[in-house]
């Protein structure tokens, strides 16, 4: 296992210097689900629910989560995102509604962050609007299911589907 980067040699945290690194293709997607009460999916589902679309306000602040990433996470670098795409799934059978991000960026540093901050962002909109009807609903399984880019190349997690 390598080092933690974002500790240095007296175990103080500092923002890891990536001025030396070359700048490449940095592509990462991530992924997290909802589960929610039947009838608070099928709202979602239907577009009926008390504060709108809801899948479409979830996915602009999911895009807008990624772009803060920075100012969330204290030692992520601010990244000139190129592209970050959000996209849902209603699931029925589980009562639930699973999210994917997509972030990339032409830099020195990875994106992984930012598509993880999409999906967390994303759900917890959903959360939101419509916590007045259900306020059991649990988020869970966010991850990462792939990085490419980088010194340390590419990383696909073993159930990335």
């Known amino acids: 296992m390598t080092e933690l980067t974002h500790f240095d040699s007296a175990g103080q945290a500092h923002m890891v210097d990536v001025g030396a690194k070359d700048e490449t293709l940095r592509v990462a997607r991530a992924a997290g689900s909802i589960r929610m009460l039947a009838a608070t999916l ?3 589902a239907e577009g009926s629910a008390a504060k709108g679309d809801v899948l479409g306000v979830a996915r602009i602040a999911g895009i807008m989560g ?4 920075a100012e969330l996470i204290p030692l992520c670098h601010p990244i000139a995102l190129t592209r970050v795409a959000v996209e849902f799934e209603i699931d029925a ?4 509604v699973h ?3 997509r972030a990339e ?3 020195r540093t990875g994106v992984e962050m930012e598509a ?3 999906v967390q962002v994303a759900l917890l909109t959903i959360y939101d609007m419509c916590k007045a009807v259900d306020r059991g609903m649990v988020i869970t399984d966010v991850r990462l299911l792939e990085k490419h880019g980088g010194k340390s190349g590419d990383w696909v997690a073993e159930s990335a589907a």
Not at 66 to 69: D, I, L, P, Q, V
Not at 93 to 96: G, K, Q, S, V, Y
Request: with cysteine.
């Open 42 to 44: 099928q709202r979602v």
């Open 66 to 69: 990624a772009k803060r990433t």
């Open 99 to 101: 999210c994917r991000a």
């Open 105 to 107: 960026t032409r830099g």
């Open 93 to 96: 059978e589980a009562a639930a």
């Open 116 to 118: 993880l901050t999409a």
